[in-house]
C-alpha cells in the first residue's frame, strides 16, 4: 500500500469537477458553497479536508457500517499498511467520497488504506460516535432498507415506505421513519435518483448496473406487478454488507458443497455464493460460466478429477439459481414463477401438420389419445400437485437450467478438447 500524507491528496484523487466535490461535501453533512464561489479546485480540495479533520463525527456519524467498522481497524494500522478486501463492484463508501484510497493488491484482493492525517482526527472518535443511540438506529434502518433493495433491485420511495411501515408496524405509511433516517445516511442518498422517464422517485440496490434494464424488464412481465413478501430478519440479512447474505433455501447446500466438497473456508464460500447471486441477476451467463466462478476459487483438479462431485456441483448451483430471488420478477425466484403458472382446465389442442397426415394420421384420432392421456394423467395427480410435481418438495421439480451432465466419453469441462477419461478425469 502506498503511503499517502494528507487527506486533501486523496480527495485529489478524484474528479476535481467543483460541482463533484460540493455534492460530496453535502453528503458529509458539509455546507461549503458560500465558501467556493471563487476557489479553484485545488483550494476546494484543501477546504473540505480541513473541514473533515477539524469535524470527524460529522463524517463517521453518516457513514455505513462496513466504513465504520474498516475504519476501526484502520485507525491502529501502521502507516502504509491497508486492509485486504474482496473486490466486488461496491467500493466502500468512503473511497468514493475521497476519505481512503484502494489498490489491486493481486487478481482477487483489494487493498484499502487512510491517510496519517484522518487516522489521527477518526482514533479520536469514532467508538464515541458508533455507541451513540442515533448512529446505532440509523444504521440498523440503513441496513434494512439496503437489504430490500438487494433483494428487489429497486423500490419506489412509497414501495420503500410500505415495507418499512409493515416489517416494523408503523402507525404511519413509513414516512416518518424513512423521514428521520434518509438526511443522515450518505449511503441511501447515494442510491436515490429522482424520477426516470416520468416514473416515481426510485432507490436501487448498489449492486445493480443499469435500473433501466430491470425496469423494461419488469414491465414487459405483468404477471409479477406486486412484491414478494419476506420476512424482516431474511431482508436485515439481506443488508449485510459488502457481502449480503440473500434469502435463498438452498443457501446451506450450497456452502456445505462448497466447502466440504470442495475444501473452500467459510470466507471464500460465502463470496462465491454472493458471486453466483449477483451473476444471476442477469442470467447473461449459462450454467457452465456460472459455475466456472466457483472453478476459479478452487484447484481445478480438486472438483474435476471425480465425474459424481462434478455432477453435484452442477446440481447444486443450479438448485440455488432456481430459488434465488430476482430483480426482474420483484424478488420471486424461477420456481416461485413455475409454482404460479395457470393450471391447465383441459387437455391441450392440436392440429397435424401435412407430413403426418401424409402417413395416413388422423387429427380426431390423434385429438382422442392426446384427451385420453390427459385424462389419466389427472386421475394420477392429486390437489396438492401441480403438473406431477410435489410442490411440498420442491427438489422433485424439474430444474429451470437443465444441469449438464458429463459422462466420461464426453468432452471434459476444462475445454481441453480431450475426453473427460483421458483429461481431468483420468484418475477416476
Not at 460530496?24 to 473541514?51: P, Q, T, V, Y
Request: hydrophobic share 35%.
Amino acid at each position: 500500500m502506498k503511503e499517502i500524507e494528507t487527506l486533501d491528496n486523496v480527495i485529489g484523487d478524484l474528479d476535481p469537477n467543483k460541482n463533484f466535490l460540493l455534492e460530496n461535501a453535502r453528503l458529509m453533512g458539509f455546507n461549503l458553497d458560500h465558501k467556493m464561489d471563487k476557489m479553484s479546485e485545488h483550494k476546494i480540495r484543501k477546504c473540505l479536508a480541513a473541514e473533515i479533520l477539524n469535524n470527524p463525527r460529522q463524517v463517521l456519524s453518516r457513514l455505513p457500517d462496513e466504513d465504520l467498522q474498516l475504519l476501526l481497524i484502520l485507525k491502529d494500522t501502521e502507516p502504509g499498511i491497508g486492509m485486504k478486501m474482496h473486490p466486488t463492484n461496491q467500493m466502500p463508501v468512503m473511497v468514493m467520497l475521497g476519505l481512503a484510497s484502494i489498490d489491486d493488491y493481486d487478481e482477487k484482493l483489494d487493498i484499502v488504506g487512510i491517510t496519517e492525517d484522518f487516522k489521527e482526527a477518526v482514533r479520536s472518535c469514532i467508538e464515541e460516535v458508533m455507541e451513540s443511540f442515533e448512529v446505532k438506529f440509523r444504521l440498523v434502518i440503513e441496513q434494512f432498507v439496503i437489504g430490500a433493495l438487494n433483494i428487489y433491485g429497486m423500490l419506489t420511495k412509497s414501495e420503500l415506505k410500505n415495507i418499512l411501515k409493515n416489517s416494523f408496524e408503523l402507525e404511519d405509511d413509513g414516512s416518518g421513519l424513512f423521514e428521520q433516517v434518509f438526511p443522515q445516511s450518505i449511503t441511501l442518498q447515494m442510491h436515490y435518483y429522482k424520477g426516470y422517464n416520468g416514473r416515481d422517485d426510485f432507490f436501487i440496490s448498489p449492486f445493480v448496473h443499469d435500473f433501466g434494464v430491470i425496469i423494461d424488464e419488469i414491465e414487459n412481465r405483468k404477471e409479477v406487478k406486486t412484491l414478494k413478501s419476506f420476512d424482516i430478519d431474511d431482508i436485515k440479512q439481506a443488508g449485510e454488507m459488502p457481502v449480503p447474505d440473500i434469502p435463498n433455501p438452498m443457501n446451506n447446500k450450497l456452502m456445505d458443497m462448497l466447502q466440504i466438497k470442495l475444501g473452500l473456508d467459510e470466507e471464500m464460500a460465502y463470496f462465491c455464493k454472493f458471486l453466483l447471486w449477483q451473476e444471476a441477476q442477469d442470467m447473461c451467463n449459462g450454467p457452465a460460466e456460472l459455475i466456472q466462478i466457483i472453478l476459479d476459487e478452487v484447484e481445478h483438479e480438486k472438483a474435476l478429477d471425480n465425474i459424481d462431485v462434478y455432477n453435484e456441483v452442477i446440481q447444486t448451483v443450479t438448485d440455488f439459481l432456481n430459488h434465488a430471488p430476482r430483480w426482474n420478477m420483484r424478488g420471486r425466484c424461477p420456481i416461485d414463477m413455475m409454482k404460479d403458472m395457470p393450471r391447465m382446465t383441459s387437455a391441450p389442442r392440436i392440429s397435424i401438420g401435412p407430413n403426418m397426415q401424409r402417413l395416413g394420421y388422423k387429427n380426431d384420432d390423434m385429438q382422442r389419445l392426446i384427451d385420453k392421456a390427459w385424462s389419466e394423467q389427472q386421475n394420477q395427480v392429486s390437489d396438492d400437485d401441480y403438473y406431477g410435481y410435489d410442490f411440498d418438495n420442491l427438489d422433485s421439480v424439474m430444474p429451470i437450467i437443465a444441469p449438464p451432465k458429463v459422462g466420461r466419453n464426453d468432452p471434459c469441462p476444462c475445454g481441453s478438447g480431450k475426453k473427460y477419461k483421458n483429461c481431468c478425469g483420468r484418475n477416476n
